[in-house]
């Protein structure tokens, strides 16, 4: 075996070792991450999305609350969307309201003519 060979079996065998131990020693979770996963009561909401609405439009929760907005999806899909909260999901959203204030929501999916208004509100008090 001349030289170059040995070099790239050597170099194929030290990157298989990397991603082997890679794969199989996974930094443990830290505890503040853990610790993070909020331990109170989900509350759920259900939104129905339809051409061009959402009902309801104003939903109210306290700050600190773990809220999931189940989205039914009347006659196509709508999803929601709330940028400012970095929240996206087309037939549910789960987050907690850790920031106070008004937050407008728009449409996930494109449904038609006259969905550029289809939007609802978020108040977190």
Same mark, same amino acid.
């Given at each position: 075996?001349?030289?170059? /060979?040995?070099?790239?079996?050597?170099?194929?065998?030290?990157? %298989?070792?990397?991603?082997?131990?890679?794969?199989?020693?996974? @930094?443990? =979770?830290?505890?503040?991450?853990?610790?993070?996963? @909020?331990?109170?009561?989900?509350?759920? !909401?259900?939104? #129905?999305?339809?051409? $061009?609405?959402? +009902? @309801?439009?104003? *939903?109210?929760? =306290?700050? %600190?609350?773990?809220?999931?907005? &189940? &989205? +039914? /999806?009347? #006659?196509?899909?709508?999803? !929601?969307?709330? @940028?400012?909260?970095?929240? +996206? %999901? /087309? #037939?549910?959203?789960? $987050?907690?309201?850790?920031?106070?204030?008004?937050?407008?929501?728009?449409?996930? /999916? $494109?449904?038609?003519? %006259?969905?550029?208004?289809?939007?609802? =509100?978020? *108040? !977190?008090?």
């Amino acid at each position: 075996m001349n030289f170059k /060979n040995l070099l790239i079996l050597s170099t194929a065998i030290l990157i %298989g070792f990397v991603l082997v131990m890679f794969i199989y020693l996974k @930094p443990e =979770k830290k505890t503040e991450e853990i610790s993070r996963v @909020p331990t109170e009561k989900l509350r759920e !909401i259900i939104v #129905d999305a339809s051409k $061009f609405e959402y +009902n @309801p439009s104003v *939903i109210t929760v =306290k700050k %600190g609350e773990r809220i999931k907005l &189940i &989205i +039914n /999806n009347t #006659d196509t899909l709508h999803g !929601i969307r709330i @940028p400012e909260l970095e929240i +996206n %999901g /087309n #037939d549910f959203v789960e $987050f907690v309201a850790e920031k106070t204030g008004e937050f407008t929501w728009y449409y996930n /999916n $494109f449904c038609g003519q %006259g969905h550029q208004q289809m939007q609802g =509100k978020l *108040i !977190i008090e």
